[in-house]
């Protein structure tokens, strides 16, 4: 038998089987080849499908491995580079310095900073400051949608996902 792609299998299938009496309308060892054919095809594709995710597993295993070294030398740094700047403030205290291998310099800034997030929420005057972005509770949604109740611009759709063991 030629060679067919999977999808075409099963329309062959279909296009062999007559739907009123579900008489077979090819030879017997045709058919058996297109089964065989669709079943072949199948394997592969699941083999190729298992062989793939678990190269994605090992690789995501190792970045995660490479990524917490990573980060460990990175945090190394980052604590290095604080003590370095401690030291250099506590002795500078403020003043200047120009070097050879650099130059130290300071800048003034400010922070805003809460004290009372409480009594903030409370006061009346809080709306200028505060954004509110709109979020759908999906879970309600579906659950009133469930029930029969109309929700505009929302509706229930099925899926038919595939898994693949």
């Given at each position: 038998m030629e060679f067919i792609k999977l999808y075409e299998v099963n329309d062959r299938i279909m296009n062999a089987i007559d739907p009123e009496t579900g008489e077979i309308l090819i030879p017997e060892e045709e058919f058996d080849k297109l089964i065989e054919?669709?079943?072949n095809g199948c394997n592969y594709f699941v083999a190729l499908f298992k062989n793939a995710k678990a190269t994605a597993d090992a690789l995501r295993a190792e970045k995660k491995a490479r990524d917490e070294d990573f980060d460990?030398?990175?945090?190394?740094c980052e604590r290095t580079m604080e003590r370095a700047q401690r030291a250099l403030d506590n002795h500078l205290q403020g003043n200047m310095w120009q070097g050879d291998s650099g130059k130290v310099g300071y800048r003034k800034s400010t922070s805003t900073e809460a004290t009372d997030m409480e009594a903030f929420l409370k006061w009346d005057g809080r709306h200028r400051f505060l954004r509110y972005e709109p979020k759908p509770i999906k879970d309600e949604i579906a659950k009133a949608l469930d029930a029969g109740e109309h929700v505009v611009?929302?509706?229930?759709?099925?899926?038919?996902?595939?898994?693949?063991?």
């Open positions: 054919a669709g079943e460990v030398r990175i945090r190394a611009g929302w509706e229930r759709d099925s899926h038919n996902n595939i898994q693949i063991k």
